[in-house]
């Protein structure tokens, strides 16, 4: 937890990227639990929650679009609008 809590420290001097476009960044253990990610799930909205559910304990977040399209993956407390790209998103 220090470690993440350094980082997100870190992350606030310098952009950080959307995780999903940068994936040689994302820890193992989110990663892992990423791939199980059932594309042919009958709900999956459903499916997103259950991700979302896994990887926040671990200390990470997304929002997804509603043609649950996930976007935005980066550490807790670590805003959508700090994001490279999506600075602007609230204007």
């Given at each position: 937890?220090?470690?993440?809590?350094?980082?997100?420290?870190?992350?606030?001097?310098?952009?950080?990227?959307?995780?999903?476009?940068?994936?040689?960044?994302?820890?193992?253990?989110?990663?892992?639990?990423?791939?199980?990610?059932?594309?042919?799930?009958?709900?999956?909205?459903?499916?997103?929650?259950?991700?979302?559910?896994?990887?926040?304990?671990?200390?990470?977040?997304?929002?997804?679009?509603?043609?649950?399209?996930?976007?935005?993956?980066?550490?807790?407390?670590?805003?959508?609008?700090?994001?490279?790209?999506?600075?602007?998103?609230?204007d």
């Amino acid at each position: 937890m220090v470690l993440l809590s350094l980082y997100c420290l870190i992350i606030k001097t310098y952009k950080m990227k959307d995780l999903f476009e940068t994936p040689e960044l994302i820890p193992n253990e989110v990663q892992a639990v990423l791939e199980t990610f059932d594309e042919n799930c009958a709900n999956t909205y459903h499916e997103l929650d259950r991700i979302l559910n896994l990887i926040e304990p671990m200390g990470y977040t997304f929002d997804y679009y509603l043609d649950a399209e996930p976007y935005g993956l980066r550490p807790i407390g670590v805003e959508l609008v700090e994001l490279e790209g999506w600075e602007n998103i609230n204007d």
